[in-house]
């Protein structure tokens, strides 16, 4: 754990890019998904980052995709206020501190000692037995969402990409984004094979909630073990039956 982090921030002093975000407000992008992100090339035109924190993805997408839009919604104004401050000079970004759900009301968070650990779904045991230190600290009440409530399918450039890292609450946002999911060329996931959250609906339910939508499975990322080798979760890359990367 501690090499792969140290490998990281290596990774994020190299790029001056990240470099700055880094030095300026100790925002480390998410250079995990550079190889995807690069992988997609430089065709997308409009990026959602849902579940942005401190703008650690918003960052990769930029770096990957130079004249991209990009939407971030975080509901926890901690990291939005940092969010904002990272990309202050971009006028390509648009921050909703709002999350993304199925209905449009106020949901309690449960916010983590680690505030991007925090979800909308009650952190279980086994989420800080893994993870230590990412117990909860506080609830408060935020903004939910459906994502056509926030922005209509006109306003999405194609081609697009759906970025969902929600902590559990995934299929919500799913169901939150289903009216415009037709507008998206890819959608990345990150899912649990097992229930770090009460409530949470796992891998194979988002393959399948995708695959009735016109998506299927391409690619598995960055998967995390627990200390005995078991898979516990990955980021997921789901493209459009009528998509292709090479195109």
């Given at each position: 754990?501690?090499?792969?982090?140290?490998?990281?921030?290596?990774?994020?002093?190299?790029?001056?890019?990240?470099?700055?975000?880094?030095?300026?407000?100790?925002?480390?992008?998410?250079?995990?998904?550079?190889?995807?992100?690069?992988?997609?090339?430089?065709?997308?035109?409009?990026?959602?980052?849902?579940?942005?924190n401190r703008g650690q993805f918003a960052l990769a997408a930029r770096n990957n995709f130079p004249t991209a839009k990009?939407?971030?919604?975080?509901?926890?104004?901690?990291?939005?206020?940092?969010?904002?401050?990272?990309?202050?000079?971009?006028?390509?970004?648009?921050i909703n501190e709002?999350?993304?759900?199925?209905?449009?009301?106020?949901?309690?968070?449960?916010?983590?000692?680690?505030?991007?650990?925090s979800s909308l779904l009650p952190i279980s045991s086994m989420q800080s037995t893994i993870y230590p230190g990412t117990e909860?600290?506080?609830?408060?009440?935020?903004?939910?969402?459906?994502?056509?409530?926030?922005?209509?399918?006109?306003e999405i450039e194609q081609p697009a990409f759906l970025k969902i890292d929600v902590q559990g609450f995934?299929?919500?946002?799913?169901?939150g984004c289903v009216t415009l999911l037709p507008c998206f060329s890819?959608?990345?996931?990150e899912c649990s094979f097992v229930p770090l959250y009460s409530g949470q609906e796992l891998a194979h339910e988002i393959i399948i909630f995708l695959n009735e939508h016109g998506f299927i499975l391409s690619g598995i990322y960055n998967l995390s073990y627990d200390k005995s080798g078991v898979a516990v979760q990955g980021d997921f890359l789901f493209t459009k039956t009528d998509s292709n990367l090479n195109t």
């Open positions: 754990m501690q090499l792969r982090k140290f490998r990281k921030l290596i990774s994020v002093i190299r790029n001056p890019f990240y470099r700055k975000a880094f030095i300026r407000q100790w925002v480390a992008a998410s250079v995990e998904h550079d190889v995807l992100l690069r992988q997609i090339g430089k065709k997308i035109e409009c990026v959602f980052d849902i579940g942005a990009i939407f971030c919604f975080e509901p926890l104004t901690e990291p939005v206020n940092v969010l904002k401050k990272v990309f202050e000079n971009d006028s390509l970004v648009t709002m999350a993304i759900g199925e209905t449009n009301a106020h949901a309690t968070m449960h916010v983590s000692k680690q505030d991007d650990s909860e600290k506080e609830t408060r009440s935020v903004q939910v969402k459906p994502l056509d409530a926030v922005i209509s399918s006109s995934e299929m919500e946002v799913l169901r890819y959608v990345y996931v």
